[in-house]
C-alpha cells in the first residue's frame, strides 16, 4: 500500500486531524480565552454566508483581521454580549489538501454545529465549509486565514460563539 | 505503540479517508462533472432504502451501472431535470475495512447529507450507510461499488444530487 | 513533515479512528451482543446529561459497572424491553487523547446519533461527549471508561439502544 499514501501525506493528514480536533475541542468545551491561539497575527476569521461568497459579496456576519480582534470577541462573550444560555457542539468532516506553499498549505474541510437550548431538543445549527489557510512554522500549525462558509442564509437564533 | 497499528494499515486508512474527503468534496462543491471518475467502469452505484437492502429486495432509488450511466445522471442534472436551488453537503464518519481481496477492499461508513433550501434553516436530509467495494491499482483507488443504504423511507424534497 | 507527527502519534491515532469505527459499527449494525467485548471487566458505562455532569450530580440515564451489567443491557434490548423498531447511527468527530498514563488513555471525542422511526423523516437523536478511559494491554485497546455527556436534558421518544 506504500503507494497509496507517502509517510509525509501521512504526518500532514494526522496533523491537521489533531488540529481540527484540538480547535472544535477548544470551543466545545467553552475555552474561548484559548481561541485566538489558533490563529496567526495578523490573520484573517471570516464567517460568512455562502451566497456571499460566491457572488464575491464582502458581507460577512463576522469579520476579525488580528488575535486582539479575536481577544475582542472573546470578552463580548464573557463581559458585555446578552444573551440566554446554549450549548454548541462542532464535527468536522472531510479535511483535504487543496493547495500548499513553502510556508502554508489551504485546506477545505465540513463543519456543523448543534445547538442545544435549556429545554430544548438539540438541533442542526450552522453547517458549512471552512476554507482555512495554515500556516506551517515552528514545528505547529496556525490559522492564518479562516473562512466558514455557511449554507442556509439564516441564523437560527443568534451566532454568539465561533464557528 | 506499534503494535497497534502497522505502516500498512496506517497507509490504508490515510488513503481511505483522503479518499472519502475528495469524494464529498467533489459533490458538495458541485463539480458533478469530475463525479464518475470516482468510479471502475462498469460499477455498480445504487441508492436503496435500509427496509428494502435488509430483505433483499431490489427496488433502488437510483441504479447505475456504469460510467456512462452516472455521466446521464450528471446530464440530468444539469441539462434535463426541473428542481429549485438547493445545497446538499455530506459527513462521513467510522470508515472501516470490512474486508479485503487482493486487488479489492471492502470498506463500510457512514454519511450525512445536509440540505439547505434557499430562506430555510439547514436540515438533515439523508442518513445512512456507505457499503462500498473499492479497486485497488495503478496506485489509486477506485469504487467498483457504492451502495448508500439510507435508513428513512422517505426522502424530503427529491433526490436530485448525488451521494 | 516530520515534526507534525511522529510514528508514535501517527500510530495511536490511526488506532484510535479504527477502534472508534468498529465500535459505532458494532452498534449501528445492531449487533449488540458484541458490544461488552469493547469494555474491561470491571468497567463504567455511562450515559448522563451534560447539567449533571457539570455540576457533579451523580444522576445518570444509564450507568453499567461490568460486562455483566452491559450484558443485562443487551438482554433487556433483545428480551424484556417493549418498544417500537427504529434506527440509530451514530456519527464521531474530534477524537483528541486529552491524557496518558503507562497502562491508558484519557480521549474525548464527539458523538451525534440519529433516529430514524418508521414513516419518519431522520432527526437528530442524541449529541454530546464521550470522555473515555481506554486501557491498552495485549495489543488491543479497550474502554476501561466511557461516559457518554449529552448536551440536551431531552431524550426524545427513549433511550433504547447504547451510544
Not at 477545505?108 to 500556516?135: K, S
Amino acid at each position: 500500500m506504500e503507494a497509496l499514501a507517502t509517510s509525509n501525506t501521512v504526518a500532514l493528514r494526522i496533523a491537521l486531524e489533531d488540529l481540527y480536533a484540538r480547535y472544535t475541542g477548544c470551543l466545545d468545551d467553552e475555552r474561548f480565552e484559548e481561541w485566538p491561539d489558533f490563529f496567526t497575527d495578523p490573520c484573517l476569521y471570516k464567517i460568512i454566508p455562502r451566497i456571499n461568497f460566491e457572488r464575491n459579496l464582502p458581507l460577512a456576519t463576522w469579520l476579525c483581521e488580528s488575535r486582539g480582534y479575536l481577544r475582542d470577541r472573546v470578552q463580548a462573550i464573557r463581559k458585555t454580549s446578552v444573551f440566554g444560555p446554549r450549548y454548541l457542539r462542532r464535527f468536522v468532516s472531510g479535511i483535504r489538501v487543496v493547495g500548499q506553499t513553502s510556508d502554508a498549505i489551504e485546506v477545505h474541510a465540513n463543519y456543523a454545529a448543534y445547538e442545544t437550548l435549556p429545554d430544548a431538543f438539540t438541533r442542526v445549527f450552522n453547517v458549512g465549509q471552512y476554507r482555512d489557510l495554515i500556516a506551517l512554522g515552528n514545528g505547529d500549525m496556525k490559522f492564518r486565514e479562516k473562512v466558514c462558509v455557511f449554507d442556509s442564509e439564516l441564523v437560527p437564533n443568534s451566532l454568539i460563539y465561533p464557528l
